[in-house]
């Protein structure tokens, strides 16, 4: 009998080895993004005829967002943003202090419109990676209750989140002002860009 349950143990131990060295599936890690001082959230724009060379540069300070990272397939994590259109501010440094606080009107009140529209957004619809740490993200981004897709290129490392992306003003209904009858203008184009350390939901 002794022998019986020996034997019967060892063909066993074949199988428990098994289970205990594959490895378990790898489950999505929750990630938070907020504002900090390595965080940064931009939005540029050139300017065009006798200001040819020289972009407007605008930071979001106000922002929260959510990247449900998974791990073992990262094709299948999604990337939730929520920035507050109202903390957006100019940082142009070749700008005069009273024509930088007119182009942040210009940009709050008159085009992205702050007191009827209280946020824009930024919802993820497929990640695809094309290197090494790097993805193309693409998603739909939302401005003034408008929503039109956008494509992001990211490049992710232990957490840390950086790329760009370009969509035309126009698309959302984005008039930019020209000066100087027609003499100054700004291109259609607008160029985000971002720099996002992100952090586990506390608990997990």
Same mark, same amino acid.
């Given at each position: 009998?002794?022998?019986?349950?020996?034997?019967?143990?060892?063909?066993?131990?074949?199988?428990?080895?098994?289970?205990?060295?594959?490895?378990?599936?790898?489950?999505?890690?929750?990630?938070?993004?907020?504002?900090?001082?390595?965080?940064?959230?931009?939005?540029?724009?050139? +300017?065009?005829?006798? /200001? #040819?060379? &020289?972009?407007?540069?605008? %930071?979001? =300070?106000?922002? @929260?967002?959510?990247?449900?990272?998974?791990?073992?397939?990262?094709?299948?994590?999604?990337?939730?943003?929520?920035?507050?259109?109202?903390?957006?501010?100019? +940082?142009?440094?070749? /700008? #005069?202090? &009273?024509?930088?606080?007119? %182009?942040? =009107?210009?940009? @709050?009140?008159?085009?992205?419109?702050?007191?009827?529209?209280?946020?824009?957004?930024?919802?993820?619809?497929?990640?695809?990676?094309?290197?090494?740490?790097?993805?193309?993200?693409?998603?739909?981004?939302?401005?003034?209750?408008?929503?039109?897709?956008?494509?992001?290129?990211?490049?992710?490392?232990?957490?840390?989140?950086?790329?760009?992306?370009?969509?035309?003003?126009?698309?959302?209904?984005?008039?930019?002002?020209?000066?100087?009858?027609?003499?100054?203008?700004?291109?259609?184009?607008?160029?985000?860009?971002?720099?996002?350390?992100?952090?586990?939901?506390?608990?997990?």
């Amino acid at each position: 009998m002794a022998a019986y349950w020996r034997d019967r143990n060892s063909m066993r131990l074949p199988g428990l080895f098994l289970l205990v060295t594959l490895p378990l599936p790898a489950q999505n890690v929750i990630l938070e993004i907020a504002p900090s001082a390595e965080n940064r959230i931009s939005l540029e724009v050139a +300017k065009t005829g006798l /200001l #040819s060379g &020289k972009k407007h540069l605008f %930071v979001l =300070e106000k922002y @929260s967002g959510r990247v449900e990272l998974d791990k073992s397939n990262p094709d299948k994590s999604r990337v939730e943003l929520t920035m507050d259109p109202a903390s957006l501010l100019v +940082k142009d440094d070749w /700008l #005069s202090a &009273k024509d930088a606080k007119k %182009v942040q =009107e210009e940009a @709050s009140v008159k085009m992205l419109a702050v007191n009827q529209f209280r946020e824009m957004t930024f919802r993820s619809t497929s990640v695809r990676s094309i290197a090494i740490d790097r993805y193309t993200v693409e998603g739909m981004l939302t401005i003034r209750g408008i929503a039109r897709p956008v494509t992001l290129e990211v490049t992710m490392r232990d957490y840390r989140f950086e790329g760009s992306g370009v969509f035309k003003m126009s698309s959302y209904g984005l008039k930019p002002p020209s000066a100087a009858l027609g003499a100054v203008g700004t291109k259609d184009e607008m160029t985000v860009r971002f720099q996002l350390v992100a952090t586990p939901r506390p608990g997990l």
